[in-house]
């Protein structure tokens, strides 16, 4: 190689050094929507209230088609007053939508440090065993199954979403539907406590 040619190469070189570093810095990027969610989901995804679920690393599938199903209607946004999912989901484009799911999924989940009841938590494990484990795999923390992550969310939260798939008030796969429809709220309430007990 004469010296004209390796001063071309590693100027390119640099060039390549330089854009990757861009690409990189455009990927870490929080999407401008995300700061209208932090407030009440936290800086990085994971609630600090009993009432919002953390959003942190559910797979990008499973939160893209949470935010259609505000926006679209399917998904009662259950805050009476606010009705922030609603609010919050009604301007949103489809691709803003897909990368805030991707921009969340990023983020490390942790679960709620919270008490329960230990005998509650027992019982909820064996319903959560027979009924709902072949798809809420790993005691429901395992995002990789599609099936969001219900393990280590707030009590509070759950009890109120789990009431709504056993009074059939919110749309969900068939096959959990036939499971869950029907369950006494002494379930509802073990299965929450089963969930909270994952710290
Ligand atoms: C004013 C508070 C508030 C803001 C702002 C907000 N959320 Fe929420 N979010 C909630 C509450 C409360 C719930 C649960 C109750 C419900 O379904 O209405 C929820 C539920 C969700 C869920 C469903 C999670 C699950 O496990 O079912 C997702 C996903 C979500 N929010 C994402 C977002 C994103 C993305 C933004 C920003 C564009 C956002 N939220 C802004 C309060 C908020
Ligand atoms: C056939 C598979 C299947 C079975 C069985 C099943 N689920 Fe689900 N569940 C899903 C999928 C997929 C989702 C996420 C997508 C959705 O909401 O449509 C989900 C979502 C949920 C959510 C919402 C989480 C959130 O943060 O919004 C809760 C709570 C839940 N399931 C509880 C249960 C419980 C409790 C059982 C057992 C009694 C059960 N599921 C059985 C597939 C299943």
């Not at 990757?20 to 401008?32: I, Q, T």
């Not at 395992?142 to 509070?156: K, R």
Request: with cysteine.
């Amino acid at each position: 190689m004469n010296k004209r040619m390796l001063g071309i190469s590693i100027f390119s070189m640099a060039v390549a050094v330089v854009s990757f570093a861009l690409v990189d810095e455009a990927r870490s990027e929080p999407p401008g929507a995300a700061k209208m969610c932090q407030g009440c989901h936290g800086q990085d995804g994971v609630s600090s209230k009993d009432t919002v679920p953390s959003i942190a690393g559910i797979s990008a599938f499973v939160h893209a088609d949470y935010l259609y199903a505000y926006r679209d209607g399917a998904r009662t946004c259950t805050d009476p007053k606010t009705k922030a999912m609603c609010t919050m989901t009604a301007k949103l484009t489809d691709e803003q939508i897909e990368e805030l799911a991707e921009y969340f999924a990023g983020m490390l989940y942790r679960p709620a440090e919270q008490d329960f009841d230990a005998d509650k938590a027992a019982m909820g494990a064996a319903i959560h065993d027979e009924k709902c484990g072949k798809c809420h795999t790993d005691g429901g923390s395992n995002p990789d199954d599609d099936a969001s992550i219900l393990a280590g969310q707030w009590l509070p939260y759950m009890k109120l979403s789990l009431s709504q798939f056993a009074s059939d008030e919110r749309e969900q796969p068939g096959a959990m539907q036939r499971k869950i429809v029907g369950l006494s709220e002494a379930d509802v309430e073990a299965l929450a406590h089963y969930y909270a007990s994952q710290q």
